[in-house]
């Protein structure tokens, strides 16, 4: 099982930092790393596909970047919408799995 | 309007069963992969199963063996069932829908919550 670890567990914010989440995969899955949002008591948005691969709908402050073992989610200009807890996933073999998450408080 | 509808979540006491559905909308399951996916209170996310398109069924090790996943075509509808129930399958559980092109989980159900306890 391929195991993500994400950094960090929490990031207390404020509006319009630039906010770099990290996930890193126990061995290298290539490009098949998928990022979503979860906001409090609603199911999770897919924000970024395949590392780097832009949503229709989703703005264009959330990118995504990396390749192999290190993968990273970026947010320019931050907004207190975003505030949400965010989730890494590998897609390249089964079991698929997820990081364990990060909470992104805005202050 | 394209969606997905989980329902059956419940309290349900230790040892029991549950059964839940996933009900689309808006497009036909039978071209897509489709995944379960829970949380438990509080936690992050876990992926328990993958019906492919095909009809090829996975499982992740935590319910193999005590969980059956079905798809009926004319109810455009998947579904889950779990026996030997324990408080940690307690959890709100999602279904989930890869696309056409690739494997991510493009489009989430609003979520059950299953409640396992005495």
């Known amino acids: 099982e391929i ?22 995969a126990s061995q290298s899955i290539g490009f098949a790393l998928h990022w979503y949002q979860q906001k409090p008591h609603q ?28 993968f990273t989610l970026t947010i320019n200009s931050l907004e207190a919408e975003d505030a949400a807890a965010y989730y890494c996933h ?18 | 309007e394209v969606h997905l509808v ?16 996933c009900a689309a909308s808006g497009f036909n399951l039978t071209n897509y992969g489709l995944n379960w996916v829970r949380q438990a209170p509080g936690k992050g996310l876990e992926w328990i199963s993958y019906f492919t398109t095909s009809g090829t ?24 069932h779990m026996n030997s129930l324990t408080v ?3 959890a709100v559980y999602f279904c989930a829908r890869d696309s056409l ?5 493009h489009m989430w159900g609003q979520g059950t919550m299953v409640t396992v306890s005495s």
Do not use: H, M, W
């Open chain 1, 3 to 24: 195991v993500l670890t994400q950094s960090p567990d929490f990031q207390s914010v404020t509006p319009k930092e630039k906010v770099t989440i990290t996930c890193r």
């Open chain 1, 43 to 70: 199911s999770p948005k897919l924000l970024i596909k395949y590392a780097s691969q832009s949503i229709s709908g989703v703005p264009s402050r959330f990118s995504g970047s990396g390749s192999g073992t290190d």
């Open chain 1, 90 to 107: 590998q897609s390249i073999s089964l079991p698929v799995t997820f990081g364990q998450g990060t909470k992104l408080e805005i202050k």
């Open chain 2, 6 to 21: 989980e329902s059956g979540g419940g309290l349900i006491q230790p040892g029991g069963s549950l059964r839940l559905s």
């Open chain 2, 57 to 80: 069924i996975y499982y992740a090790d935590s319910v193999k063996g005590r969980s059956t996943v079905s798809r009926d075509n004319v109810k455009n509808s998947l579904y889950l």
């Open chain 2, 88 to 90: 940690d399958d307690s």
């Open chain 2, 101 to 105: 092109e690739d494997d991510a989980f």
